[in-house]
Nanobody, 126 residues
Framework: QVQLAESGGGLVQAGGSLRLSCEAS????????MGWFRQAPGKEREPVAA????????HYADSVKGRFTISRDNAKNAVYLQMSSLKPEDTAVYYC???????????????????WGQGTQVTVSS
């Protein structure tokens, strides 16, 4: 099993920055590929950023490319999402997730992930 817990959400002004954290625990948690997802009211959950188990590969949604950075610290069993130049349309509940596929790959689809955190609210004001 893998347990995930997000933190770091909050209220920030447009143009500001916020850093989300996700702590993972469980069997070989640091080896799993991880992703960040978000869901706004009335919209489907969408992938935002993903990172391979090793941290060697990343992928971003076009909407956040250049503004968000995903990283991980396997020694701490943690993944992070550094968000900069935030926009009101970034407002959503953000979730971290883990998949059980190959350690080296990045998966950028919601259905590919099997372990999910509870989510943390990010609100960006105009």
């Amino acid at each position: 099993q893998v347990q995930l817990a997000e933190s770091g959400g909050g209220l920030v002004q447009a143009g500001g920055s916020l850093r989300l954290s996700c702590e993972a625990s469980g069997r070989t948690a640091s080896s799993y590929g991880m992703g960040w997802f978000r869901q706004a009211p009335g919209k489907e959950r969408e992938p935002v950023a993903a990172i391979s188990g090793s941290g060697g590969s990343t992928h971003y949604a076009d909407s956040v490319k250049g503004r968000f950075t995903i990283s991980r610290d396997n020694a701490k069993n943690a993944v992070y999402l550094q968000m900069s130049s935030l926009k009101p349309e970034d407002t959503a509940v953000y979730y971290c997730a883990a998949h059980l596929f190959d350690y080296t790959i990045v998966i950028f689809t919601t259905s590919g992930y099997v372990y999910w955190g509870q989510g943390t609210q990010v609100t960006v004001s105009s």
